[in-house]
């Protein structure tokens, strides 16, 4: 796609990019890989600015440990940097999940993330752990057929 191309896209929506999306295409799991792959792609494409905490990627690294080798953490990082926005986890962000009291303090973060960033969306396919959350949270699913 071109940068004219582009232009002419509809104005881009900014969605956090909860971890479960990307793991399930780093691990092609199933039945949830082609609704997280075409996330992907609209990130990929810039249809969607999607933003992804470097938290979310300390985790991924993590419970992907088994199966990664520290080249092959280079080249997940790569690759996903060129299609998501990394954002820094900021102490602002902390400060405000402490005050949420909510009982997963991470997904508390993940809310705090995204309401700095102002992002339209969480995509996760746990909604039911964002139920409190200010910035809608929709499943992949959900979020294709809102476009």
Known sequence: MTKQDRKDCPPNMKALI?????????QKREPHFED???????????????CVSTLTFANLIYVMRKELQPQRIA???????LIFHFVALDVADLVVAVEKKWDDFEDAVQVATAERL?????????????????????????FLSLL
């Open 18 to 26: 909860d971890a479960n999306v990307i793991l399930d295409v780093l």
């Open 36 to 50: 997280s792959l075409k996330i992907w792609k609209l990130c990929e494409t810039e249809r969607v600015e999607g």
């Open 118 to 142: 102002h992002a339209d969306f969480i995509i996760t396919r746990n909604t039911k752990d964002f139920v409190r959350s200010p910035i809608p949270a929709v499943a992949p699913s959900e």
């Open 75 to 81: 080249a997940v990082f790569n690759a996903t940097s």
